[in-house]
């Protein structure tokens, strides 16, 4: 079974940053696309911004975090990581990491959620 641990949440005040660490066991970390999720009270959990695997990764944003939010890879480390500029109040969230290896995998791939990190932006 596949952990992953987030890490680098906290509080901190409008137009600051963070940045979210992923640590994950998997043994071939490579074969994962990663991901970050947030779910704020009261609304449905939504995809931040994620990375392929690859050569040449392809990576994607969520509309309000382009160019504020930049993800990342360490494949040798097994790290994702999610680097948070100008922070605004309506990031406050809980933030998860998601391990995928279906895309690279087909049906043999598996999916695993980290527990979550919480992230307040409030001055």
């Known amino acids: 079974q596949v952990q992953l641990v987030e890490s680098g949440g906290g509080l901190v005040q409008p137009g600051g940053s963070l940045t979210l660490s992923c640590a994950s066991s998997?043994?071939?970390?490579?074969?994962?696309?990663m991901a970050w999720y947030r779910q704020a009270p009261g609304k449905q959990r939504e995809l931040v911004a994620s990375i392929s695997t690859g050569l040449k990764y392809t990576i994607n944003y969520a509309d309000s975090v382009k160019g504020r939010f930049t993800i990342s890879r360490d494949n040798a480390k097994s790290m994702a990581y999610l680097q948070m500029n100008d922070l605004k109040p309506e990031d406050t969230a809980v933030y998860y990491c998601?391990?995928?290896?279906?895309?690279?995998?087909?049906?043999?791939?598996?999916?695993?959620w980290g527990q979550g990190t919480q992230v307040t932006v409030s001055s």
């Open positions: 998997a043994t071939i970390f490579s074969v994962y696309a």
């Open positions: 998601n391990a995928d290896s279906r895309p690279a995998l087909g049906i043999r791939g598996d999916a695993h």
